[in-house]
């Protein structure tokens, strides 16, 4: 986002349960916490944005663009549509080794970015590995609850039925080899959602926006520009 700051007044914001805002009781959804972005738009007084999206930001900025399209004003997005068997298998066992371990960061660090970091980039790289991981266990440490909370979000997931209803410009990304969130989900994406162009980074898997972060910022930036409005970009 520091490359996009450049030319866009950046937020990224904590959804509930994680960083600095408060944990609440029940069930999560990824159309909850799109109202809840709705929300703290409002509150702030931003009547349209760009939303960038990476993962659950991703999937959250679906409901978004569908529910409240008049106040995104384009949607890059590193995501997924629907939750399938195999993505449900996976958040399954990151479900199990942070109760395990107790620990949602250690759990981030061992279990899943193995899963969005190709094995060429831990070894050209250890020290930027390390790097990341030192930034998730600097960050304010989300609970196994709040975990558990946000993960169920991330096994329904399923704005399939919402594609239809985004109006706003959509850039598409995936890295391609990545596993969780393949290129299998491309077509029903590319397809259902109009206004929409798709991109994949090679060399990369599941985080481009971390692996190859020269091309990345390049692509999503000229994105970004040629859909420029009187907007904020907002990550969730």
């Known amino acids: 986002m520091a490359e996009d700051a450049k030319d866009f007044t950046c937020i990224s914001l904590d959804l509930r349960g994680t960083g600095e805002s408060e944990q609440t009781e029940g069930e999560y959804s990824t159309e909850v916490l799109a109202d809840d972005v709705a929300a703290f738009m409002r509150a702030l007084g931003i009547q349209k944005a760009h939303i960038s999206g990476l993962s659950l930001g991703a999937a959250i900025g679906m409901w978004l663009a569908a529910k409240h399209p008049d106040i995104v004003a384009s949607l890059p997005c590193t995501g997924w549509s629907k939750t399938d068997p195999f993505l449900k298998t996976i ?60 993960s169920n979000a991330v096994l329904s997931h399923d704005a399939e039925a919402q594609l239809g209803r985004i109006k706003a410009p959509t850039l ?45 910022n390049d692509k999503t930036l000229q994105f970004l520009k040629r859909h420029a409005v009187s907007a904020i970009a907002a990550a969730p």
């Open 172 to 216: 598409i990304t995936f890295g391609l080899h990545d596993v969780a969130t393949s290129t299998r989900f491309a077509d029903r994406m590319k397809g259902k959602i109009k206004n929409s162009e798709q991109l994949v980074f090679e060399g990369c898997a599941y985080a481009p926006i971390y692996e190859n972060v020269e091309e990345f």
């Open 91 to 150: 958040i399954e066992g990151f479900q199990a080794m942070a109760k395990a371990t107790g620990s949602v960061p250690e759990m981030v660090v061992l279990a899943l970015f193995p899963w969005c970091l190709t094995p060429e980039l831990y070894a050209a790289k250890p020290e930027y590995i390390q790097s990341l991981a030192d930034f998730v266990r600097s960050r304010p440490a989300q609970s196994v609850e709040s975990f558990m909370q946000q």
